[in-house]
Nanobody
Framework: VQLQASGGGVVQAGDSLRLTCTAS????????LGWFRQAPGKERELVAT???????DYADSVKGRFTISRDSAWNTVYLQMNNLRPEDTAVYYC?????????WGQGTQVTVSS
């Protein structure tokens, strides 16, 4: 079982990025998929989650700027990030969760310059 995150990069404030996380090894259609991030010196925090039914939840700091979506047929979850800010700089991780069983991706770096 593996989660592969990609799409990170170095952008300027106000730019957009789209992160992709693809799962392999099993079907994750029934899992809650999510994105977390960890900035240097800070704890990992929730960014957004999406259930198998498509219900979404966001951290207050990204509401209105980030959109999470999933394609269960392709075992993929996306994070569209618009109007990026320097404080969004972090390593972004994807996670799959079901009944306490969780899988994590390796992380992708997002750096936003002012």
């Amino acid at each position: 079982v593996q989660l592969q995150a990609s799409g990170g990069g170095v952008v300027q404030a106000g730019d957009s990025l789209r992160l992709t996380c693809t799962a392999s090894g099993r079907s994750f259609s029934a899992y809650v998929l999510g994105w977390f991030r960890q900035a240097p010196g800070k704890e990992r925090e929730l960014v957004a989650t999406i259930t198998s039914a498509g219900l979404t939840d966001y951290a207050d700091s990204v509401k209105g700027r980030f959109t999470i979506s999933r394609d269960s047929a392709w075992n993929t979850v996306y994070l569209q990030m618009n109007n990026l800010r320097p404080e969004d700089t972090a390593v972004y991780y994807c996670r799959a969760l079901k009944y306490g069983l969780e899988y994590w991706g390796q992380g992708t770096q997002v750096t936003v310059s002012s």
